[in-house]
Structures are given as structure tokens and as C-alpha cells.
């Protein structure tokens, strides 16, 4: 709504508004000006948002399989997770353009996991600074990106203090940089006015609903495999942990050394926080569809953190953990090959009908036949707020067809 405000000149755009808190805790101000920015050059056509976020998903999984390739020299079948889980069919962000500030956390964690197997402790000062203007933009995006913060801040100083030897000067920017963001973090999180939550979320209920995020790779459709999902992926994140933590302190010729082993401490630190801060802001609400659907993005780094730390620390056993991985990602993906594109078949064609009759839909069409592709399971008020939208976008000729008098008409727009 409050995009639509600024898009049609209600509102002004203004950097109070742009780094004011939404939904409680995060500030998202990158997703604000990547969504007015594209609604604006696209004259109104929210769909841009979603090719933005088609991109940014299918080059990450495109790069993770080169990098891997120039870490090992080979491709693996293994390798093929990246794309199963990065442009699953149950990826939010590709209906979604809203989606982009978690599909721009779940990509630069992908990033980082990367840089984190490509170079250990030993990254260029230049992907240093790539990961520093990344940890800022997280803090930007959304409160899981603000959590995985410090692990990326760990990672840095480490680098920073392997580079003192060979580029003092360097380090000491680095460090530098570590050290404002550092503070930027913690005034960020003393700024939020009033608690995290609106409700009191237990530890059991913020552990529950961890489980059940990490469990939901598949989205909605692997509610059926609940709880067995949860214990399966729990098992694997805790033998993973154990692995590193043992390589930590136990490092084994062609396992990467420690270096390798707390680089990947470093990474599941930014992983898991990010899990665990959505499941402490949801932790006391009721789990349903929506939630199902709109977090898978963002538990898209919990398979690959598994899949890359047993490929580079365990020689012998990272091919068994590689099978296994990519068979549940193939499982995961085959819970949705039947069901989803039947519904987005039948969710497409009502998009299009509701292009046609953008001019002349009504807020009791929106509630009624149209209803569930507005959102998963949109309550009444939120129905009346994309009414509202929709008048908004039709008085300003903003949308995807112009509007005279209640009709589309075709001429084309100035």
C-alpha cells in the first residue's frame, strides 16, 4: 500500500520513510527502492519485480555450479541442488515480486557460502568488500538479514586477520569497515521501537517453529512429510555441525584444514540465525499456508550450508552426503511436479482475467473469484487494501492496461 502511495504521488518518497520500520522490525529499504523503481519504469506492472527475482535465483545457481567446478575442477550430479532448490517450483519470489527482500537475502547468503568455500580465510580484499556492501544491503532488506549479520562479520575479521601479513594497510580497512558495521548493527537493533514481537514467543515455540522452517523446503506440499521432514533435516544440520566443530578442532589432511572448517562455523552461524529470527517473529502466531509459502526462499541456504561443508571437509563421506541431499531436494521438488503447475496453470488464467477486467474489478470480485491469487489466504482487510491499490493505480493510468470511464481502452500510454 504504502508503494502504491508513493507510485501514484500521494505520498512523497523520502529517506524517513524509506528506512521506517515495517511489520514490527525490519527497515526495508533496498526492497522499497528496487520495487518503486522497477513499478515506476514499468508504468505500474508489479510483474518486473518477479522477472528480477526469476534472475537473481537461476545466476546464483548458475554460479555455484562454476564455482564448485573451479574449487574441484569437476562438475558433479550433486551439483545440480543449486538449481533444484534455488528455482523450485514453490520459490514465492517467482509469483511474488514483494518476494524480493527475501529472495535478495537468500542470494547473497548463497554468496557468501560460496566465497566461504571458494577462498576459506583467504578471500581478496576485494570480495571482502563485495561481502561488507553485502552485510549492509541484508541490514536493509529484512530482520533474517540483520541476523545473519554477525556470522558474516566473524568470517570478516577472520579474513582481515589472515591478510595482515601480506596487506597491512588493507586488513586495516577491512577491519575498519567490520567495526562500523558492527556498530551500525547495534544501533539498528536498539532503534526498533518496543519488543522483537508483538507477542510473547516461548523457546519452545521459537524451536518449533525452527523445525517446521526447516522442514518446509518443499513448501505447503510437504506439510504431508511433517514431522518426519523436521527430523530428517535437524539430523543432518546437527551431524554436519559436529563434523565442523571436530575439523575445528581435529583438522584431517584434505579436509581444507581449520581454516576451511571455521569459515564454514562462520557460515552456518548466518544461516541458522536467519531461521531463527523469522521463527521468533512467527513463533506465537498460527502456522498455515501462507507462512508455508513465503519463507521457502529463505530456508534455500539450510541444505546447501549441508551439502557444501560435508563436500569440503569430508573427502570420503561428502559424496554419500551429496547423494543424499540431492535426493531429498529431487523429493522435495517432486512433492510439487504434479500439483503446482496445475494450480499455477489455473492461477495464471485467472491473472489474465483479471488484466482484462483490471478496469472494472470490484473489491466484492477480489474477495470472491479472484481471491486466492491475491495471496495465499487473504483475510477481508487485506482484500480491501488491494481494492484501494487498484483504484489508486486506475485514477493515476498506472497498471497494466489504461482505464477511461471504468473501461480499458487501447491506446497506448504517453
Known sequence: ???????????????????????????????????????????????????????????????????????????????????????????PGLRWGWEINHVLVSVIMVAFLLLVIRFRLESPPRWLWFMIVSAALLMLSSAPGVAAVPGILAWLALCSWHLRTTEPRKSAGVAAAVGGLAAALIVYVVTIPG???????????????????????????????WPWSAVAVLAAVLATAALIILRVLRPSEGSGGRDQALALLCSGMAVFASVVAIAVGRGASQWDAQQAVAYVALMVPVPLW?????????????????????????????????????????????????????????????????????????????????????????????????????????????
Open 1 to 91: 500500500m504504502a508503494i502504491i502511495e508513493r507510485l501514484v504521488g500521494r505520498s512523497p518518497v523520502t529517506f524517513d520513510w524509506l528506512i521506517s520500520i515495517a511489520v514490527e522490525v525490519h527497515r526495508p529499504l533496498v526492497p522499497r527502492l528496487i520495487t518503486l523503481g522497477l513499478a515506476r519504469a514499468s508504468g505500474g506492472d508489479f510483474v518486473w519485480a518477479s522477472w528480477l527475482n526469476l534472475a537473481l535465483s537461476s545466476a546464483a545457481a548458475a554460479i555455484g555450479i562454476l564455482v564448485l567446478r573451479r574449487v574441484r575442477g569437476t562438475t558433479r550430479l550433486m551439483d545440480a541442488i543449486f538449481p533444484l532448490t534455488l528455482m523450485s517450483l514453490v520459490q
Open 195 to 225: 519488543a522483537a514481537t508483538s507477542q510473547t514467543t516461548s523457546p519452545r515455540s521459537v524451536l518449533s517453529r525452527t523445525l517446521r522452517l526447516i522442514g518446509n523446503l518443499g513448501g505447503p506440499h510437504a506439510d504431508r512429510l
Open 306 to 414: 549441508v551439502y557444501l561443508s560435508w563436500e569440503r571437509l569430508s573427502p570420503r563421506w561428502g559424496s554419500v552426503a551429496g547423494a543424499v541431499v540431492l535426493v531429498a531436494a529431487v523429493v522435495a521438488y517432486g512433492l510439487t511436479i504434479d500439483y503446482v503447475p496445475r494450480q499455477q496453470a489455473r492461477r495464471v488464467a485467472l491473472e489474465h482475467e483479471l488484466r482484462r477486467q483490471f478496469c472494472s474489478v470490484t473489491e466484492k470480485d477480489l474477495g470472491g473469484r479472484y481471491r486466492y491469487i491475491v495471496l495465499e489466504t487473504p483475510t477481508d482487510a487485506e482484500i480491501g487494501r488491494i481494492a484501494r491499490v487498484f483504484r489508486m493505480m486506475r485514477t493515476q493510468d498506472l497498471g497494466p492496461v489504461r482505464c477511461v470511464g471504468g473501461r480499458q481502452v487501447d491506446t497506448p500510454r504517453p
